[in-house]
């Protein structure tokens, strides 16, 4: 029976020659992963299960990364509870403040994922390593706490829509204005309990920074998972940052597909998501005159370091709109230290926003960057839900690290184009 | 549990984690402070109003957003013995199931069941009764593996059943 390549890469980990969709299935655990929030829930309930220790403590990682440097004196406690588990249990990959980076660009910067394995993590944008090739999926504490006990999980085996790229995307289209096209296109649960599968020519334009920012907003279409053939780039990534040892899947030609769209990259216009979900996309072109008091520019989705080269080639020499709090934060201590290396850190702080270390914190309205009501800010984060980044009368705009400098530049919702020039 | 009877409070399409519970108070993981700020974003009266047994009946997409486990654990521990929706976001799903929340998918149901009414449910049929115009509906039941976790009360007790003999 011929498979999708997220039912070959489920069928191996769970022993089956082949798998179908519906099916469900008990599948081995690569990889474990939990943050601060909700690490502090698994581990209340892994203590439950009897489990004296984790299956294996090389494939469990935790990362403190929401709520920190703590925001407060709970979520300091909750910090605390989850470093005295990791202690404890020996786990390997832990990442405390000094080590720490957003979990979705650290795990696959420091090699702990590779194409081919199955991963979950309890968090939802765990689907971001679908960019290297990988089953990764997010899921909640519980899940966490059963994988760290037993190395497996139960999946229910999804179809899956493919995406046809094509074309060449023009100079300020990256992967998140491509992504946030789909989501407009397919909508909020477009591809609910489905793998976004995503081929074609056009992929060997897109940077892994392209794919991870991709792959990560599949939950935001309602997908289990979404994932990437892996391709040359692929590979060099692994071996750049990895001592494990790749496999590759493809998906077999005949491989059945729900829906399969085709998208000519080369035709995308920079993509906003107005308030209050994913899919209320505009073009740059259509998004109006709109006045905003933030600008975010980091996060899982778009905290890597080409996000960070973009907005200090839009900043570098300009000043910031006054009106405009403008936040940049490295997804993780490496490119921190890559932005101070190649000068973006001067760009960035002279133009007058400001870089912090890495932390979550104002994509989920957790600390630093607070919404108050009536207050808009363009962000390059992944959820523009009512009262994501802090009052119930403020307002998100997603959208690229392009976007997003060009518009703390401008005061308003702006195109890279007009405030940085255009053309390859 | 087998059945379930209460009074409904009803939401629309999307309703997200964030509304279910914001992250300023995921800094706590106890299910009954939690519970104190369930759905506050969007219907900030629930808490207070909430008895046990009630019922959320939602549209599509019901807790799509994050994998917070903190939303299904709220919505438990405020009461509610069960959630219908035309669909469910697929963490939420797969948290309520593993932590022994009833949930029930059925579109009919969730377009016609309207705020203040009394509903029963029969988990073992998927029968679901509107007790306040006397319409039935037939939910999709759960494959076996699902009724049985959520049977012996969740995927913890499950498993360490399994574990412990």
Redesign the interface.
Known sequence: MAMTMTQKILAAHAGLDSVKAGQLIQAKLDIVMGNDITTAVALKEFKKTGAKEVFDKDKVVIVLDHFTPNKDIKAAEQCKACRTFAWDMGVKNFFDVGQMGIEHALLPEQGIVVPGQVIIGADSHTCTYGALGAFSTGIGSTDMAIGMATGEAWFKVPSAIKFVLTGKPAKWISGKDIILHIIGMIGVDGALYRSMEFVGDGIQYLSMDDRFAMANMAIEAGAKNGIFPVDEKTLQYAKEHSTKEPVIYEADADAEYDEVYTIDLSTLRPTVSFPHLPENTKTIDEAGHVEIDQVVIGSCTNGRLEDMKIAADILRGKQVNKKVRTIVIPATQQIYLDCIKLGYAEDIVKAGAVLSTPTCGPCLGGHMGILAAGERCVSTTNRNFVGRMGHVDSEVYLASPAVAAASAIAGYIADPEKIAGGNN | METAKGKVFKYGD?V?T??II???Y????SGEELAKYCMI??DENFANEVKAGDIIVAN??FG???????A??AIKCAGVSCVIAS?F???FY??AI??GLPILECNEAAEDIKAGDIVSVDFNTGVITNETTGKTYTAEPF?E?MQKIMAAG????Y??EK??G
């Open positions: 999307n997200d964030d509304v914001p992250a300023r995921l800094n706590v993981s974003d969007i599509k997409n799509c957003g994050s994998s917070r486990e903190h299904p654990l669909t976001a697929r963490i797969r948290n593993n932590i494959p593996f969740g995927l913890v007790k498993t360490s574990i412990n």
